[in-house]
Nanobody
């Protein structure tokens, strides 16, 4: 069973930056479709960013595009989320997700949470003014 462990959450200031990390267990990290979602109180889980495991392309949710950057270090089995220009609406629990099951070439909707079969425990990000 693959485990995902997030770190780097905490308190940030509006206009500031935070970086989240997610380290995955397992030997075939390069074949995982890694992504980030977030969930604010009383709201549905929202797509933030992800890599398409078929071709490595990165995609972003509309509310974070041009402010957040997803990256990964295959040697460390780690995916990162660099969050810049934080605003109060970025306050949420951030979850790392991985799509591991199924054939790599199979189409899947990257922004849909149900497509992912492994999840981290979540890390709280709180942005203050």
């Amino acid at each position: 069973q693959v485990q995902l462990v997030e770190s780097g959450g905490g308190l940030g200031q509006a206009g500031g930056s935070l970086r989240l990390s997610c380290t995955a267990s397992g030997r075939t990290f390069t074949k995982y479709g890694m992504g980030w979602f977030r969930q604010a109180p009383g709201k549905e889980r929202e797509f933030v960013a992800a890599f398409d495991r078929r071709d490595g392309a990165s995609y972003y949710g509309a509310s974070v595009k041009d402010r957040f950057t997803i990256s990964k270090d295959n040697a460390r089995n780690t995916v990162y989320l660099q969050m810049n220009s934080l605003n109060l609406e970025d306050t949420a629990v951030y979850y790392c997700a991985a799509k591991i099951g199924g054939a790599i070439g199979t189409y899947y909707t990257i922004s849909v949470a149900d497509e992912y079969d492994h999840w981290g425990q979540g890390t709280q990000v709180t942005v203050s003014s």
